[in-house]
């Protein structure tokens, strides 16, 4: 499975992505409003893009679908839930499903909720396993559900999915935010090391050079896996003082979901 990240250098810092098989040089591209740069891309590969597909209905994901299927008659995958706001999907996908690109590329559809309530991770089986995770996860960070999404939903993907990954999974968010989520880490948990020497690390990259985490990265510096961390349920009942001293998990989640959304 090869892969391409590709920085849309645009306000609300997308990232798409190319996924293709070294093989018969087919390629999926996963959310490319700018879709002429993954066209570009491909085409300088030696790449044919054969499908599309959408992590959630959201317009800068979806944005450029139009472009991009007139430019390469490519299909259009999406969650079955989110293909009629979508419009013009080929494939609505379910959990379990599985994506094939070429001969030797499979990605297996993770029904993942909260961002919006029709959200699509996909898991690339590889030696090294990869999750395209759109607006659920993002390095450092966890999406908002400001527009039809649910805080409650986004716990549960968190916890019973994304947690249970492989701890050797790389993270290839829609976004790039890793920063200013990594200073949310530290306003809530100070002293820790790792997001400290990230943080130093991500300030002095460009934007397309951005880190590529691992979930064992992320469980180590993304307070949204960080729940029993002492310091995080200190910092937290400061703000909350009715969480009480041992807050379960989904209480500490949510009440740092609320604060990071006026963070």
Known sequence: M??????????????????????????????????ELCNDLARERGWQITQILNTHEHGDHTGGNAGL????????????????????????LKKGDVIRVGRTVELECLDTPGHTMAHICVLGHADQ????????????????????????????????QLARLPDDTRVYPGHEYVARNLEFTL???????????????????????????????????????????????????????????QPDARTVFLKLRELRNRW
């Open 187 to 245: 306003d809530r948990e100070p002293a820790n090391a790792d997001a400290q020497a990230l943080l130093a690390r991500a300030r002095n990259d460009r934007p397309e050079d951005a880190v590529v985490t691992t979930l064992a990265d992320e469980k180590r510096v993304n307070t949204f896996f960080r729940l029993q961390n002492p310091s995080v349920i200190g910092r937290l009942r400061e703000a909350f003082p009715d969480i009480g001293a």
């Open 129 to 160: 396993p990869a999750l395209f995770c759109g607006d659920t996860l993002f390095n450092a960070g966890a999406g908002n559900c400001h527009n039809g999404g649910h805080p409650e939903a986004l716990y549960e993907t968190f916890a019973t």
């Open 69 to 92: 299927v007139s430019a390469t008659h490519a299909k259009v995958l999406a969650h079955a839930g989110a293909a009629s706001r979508i419009g013009g999907v080929d494939r609505g």
């Open 2 to 35: 090869l892969v391409e990240r590709i920085w849309a250098a645009n306000g609300p810092r997308n990232f798409h992505y190319l996924i293709a098989c070294p093989e018969s040089g087919e390629a999926l591209a996963v959310d490319p409003l700018k879709w």
